[in-house]
């Protein structure tokens, strides 16, 4: 079992900046997936935001990149959202995702921080 605890949202005004972090419980050796979803209503496909792939490379979603920068400090088990420039809707819920190999395999999310951007 990995518990994923995300932190940093809240509410800002548009062309603002927010940083979210997302601690795990303990070390993950090997990953297919780790990165960043958001849903921006209750009901909604939650949408991939920036992730990293089995080799560490970042994927960003065409609507947030040169905006968001996602990284990660491996010393902690912590993984950061950096996002400037935001816009209305960028307003959801952000979830940290990880999608694990090694050494509890599984696919864990966890609860979400809120980001509200006011226009």
């Known amino acids: 079992q990995v518990d994923l605890v995300e932190s940093g949202g809240g509410l800002v005004q548009a062309g603002g900046s927010l940083r979210l972090s997302c601690e795990a419980s303990?070390?993950?050796?090997?990953?297919?997936?780790i990165g960043w979803w958001r849903r921006r209503a209750p009901d909604s496909t939650p949408e991939s935001v920036a992730t990293f792939d089995n080799r560490g490379i970042p994927n960003y979603a065409d609507s947030v990149k040169g905006r968001f920068t996602v990284s990660r400090d491996t010393a902690k088990n912590t993984m950061y959202l950096q996002m400037n420039n935001l816009k209305p809707e960028d307003t959801a819920v952000y979830y940290c995702?990880?999608?694990?190999?090694?050494?509890?395999?599984?696919?864990?999310w966890g609860t979400g921080t809120q980001v509200t951007v006011s226009s």
């Open positions: 995702n990880a999608n694990v190999l090694s050494p509890y395999p599984g696919n864990f």
């Open positions: 303990g070390r993950i050796f090997r990953f297919l997936s």
